[in-house]
């Protein structure tokens, strides 16, 4: 257990659906991550909060929409998604000043039909 | 090695065996590096890291070593056990693109009994 927790595990929806993956974290930790993983390309990072502020966003399209309400919980709304977005989508937290040190959850299986 | 479409490269080895695992980084002001495990249903776990000013780190059974000539990566894991078995990343961290890690494609390592 990494103190990382994900919901759901797995989420099948269709083109018009949507839906919201959840994150939420108790290691206290100041910064919060999305990541994505497909079979046909290492990780990608989608998106960073550090202190419940996005600092990055990687080129990712409108159709995912970060959360982060508050240190401990990250949410992606996902809407109107493409086959092509069926991965695992992860997400990490690290502690602030602890540079790339993740802690990851174990991620949302996500199929889009 | 890069993976291609879905095949990572692959290591095979004999319980009890050593096992090496190598990772080609990019990128020549990488200054942090750490070797992630990932196990099947789970999300990638941290394992050992590494500055630039090193060229060796050693841990429980497993050792990093650091070639900044070649940009060569290398995982030592000494009498590999079955729960070796996962798939296993490197990252490097750019400082100059926010401190991000940039992952590699992965190598399977499958443990013999």
């Known amino acids: 257990e990494t103190g990382v927790t994900q919901t759901p595990r797995h989420l099948v929806m269709g083109m018009t659906n949507k839906k919201s993956l959840k994150c939420e974290q108790h290691?206290?930790?100041?910064?919060m991550y999305w990541y994505k993983q497909s079979a046909k390309k290492p990780l990608e990072l989608m998106f960073v909060?550090?202190?419940?502020?996005?600092?990055e966003n990687n080129s990712v399209p409108s159709r995912f929409s970060p959360e982060c309400p508050n240190s401990s919980h990250l949410f992606l709304h996902l809407h109107t998604l493409q086959p092509e977005d069926s991965a695992l989508y992860l997400c990490?937290?690290?502690?602030?000043?602890?540079?790339?040190?993740?802690?990851f959850g174990s991620g949302t299986q996500l199929s889009v039909l | 090695g890069e993976s291609v479409g879905l095949h990572l490269p692959t290591l095979s080895v004999q319980e009890g065996d050593n096992s090496i695992i190598n990772c080609a980084y990019s990128?020549?002001?990488?200054?942090?590096f750490i070797w992630y495990k990932q196990e099947s249903g789970k999300g990638p776990q941290f394992i050992i890291d590494?500055?630039?000013?090193?060229d060796k780190r050693q841990g429980q059974r497993v050792t990093v070593l650091l070639n900044k000539t070649v940009k060569h990566l290398s995982l030592q894991i000494a009498a590999t056990q079955p729960g070796d078995s996962a798939v296993y990343f490197c990252?490097?961290?750019?400082?100059?693109?926010?401190?991000?890690?940039?992952f590699g494609a992965g190598t399977r390592l499958t443990v013999k009994p």
């Open positions: 990490a937290s690290s502690p602030q000043g602890a540079l790339g040190k993740l802690f």
């Open positions: 290691l206290g930790h100041n910064a």
């Open positions: 909060y550090s202190l419940e502020e996005r600092v």
């Open positions: 990128n020549s002001a990488s200054d942090y």
């Open positions: 590494i500055r630039s000013n090193m």
């Open positions: 990252a490097e961290n750019i400082p100059y693109n926010n401190n991000d890690m940039r």
